[in-house]
């Protein structure tokens, strides 16, 4: 079995940042009800006043003010599966399995017209809140491990903040410039690995910085 993150990894981009801006375009009443919220939060989580997952879980929100949600979402993908990456089509299983932080609900359906599985944050869209914790970091790890999932051939992934997941594989591979090159996972010294925790615990994805 091969696992995928998403974003960044497979699919260029943030595909939950990308819906968002799809729904604004259609639905312009957000730039004003929604946009200058999310622009606070970001600030608050830039100086440590919020956490990853809060301000994840509050930018998130907009899916709870779309009421045309199922109609908009195959529209988007209808538009962007195009952009899933090909060197991942090129090696695509059935059997595969992409865990992803963005929400389950932008997920399933890219996951379902690749024929393939998935495991990604489940959000409540009608209440606007997590129904289990997010699929980050190490929770991906501990997710595979309490499934008892079989052993992971390859895991691909543009963050070290996948770094627990990595782990977990037979073979991990970082995906670089936004989903399009793939590179072996890096030997990580104790000071790296001291600097991946740090940043894993305050909720920031890791990349190694280029050349």
Partial sequence: MNVYDFDKTIFPGDCSIGFCFWCMKRHPGLYFTFFPKAVINIIRRKTGKMSEAE???KFFGYLTLIDDFDEQIERY?????????SWYLAQ??????IISASPSCIIEPIA???????MATEYDREYGVYLN????????????????????????SDSLADTPLALCAEK?????DNASTVVDWPDLDKETMGKVKEKIDTGWNIHLKED
Wanted: hydrophobic share 40%; aromatic share 12%; net charge positive.
């Fill in 172 to 176: 991990a591979h970082l995906v670089k």
């Fill in 55 to 57: 301000m994840q879980r």
């Fill in 77 to 85: 993908w209808d538009i962007n599966e195009k952009k899933i990456s």
């Fill in 92 to 97: 695509k299983r059935p059997d595969d399995l």
């Fill in 133 to 156: 914790n997010m699929m980050y970091a190490r929770e991906k790890a501990k997710y595979i491990i309490d499934h008892g999932f079989p052993v992971i051939d390859n895991f691909y």
């Fill in 112 to 118: 379902k017209r690749l024929g393939v599985n998935f």
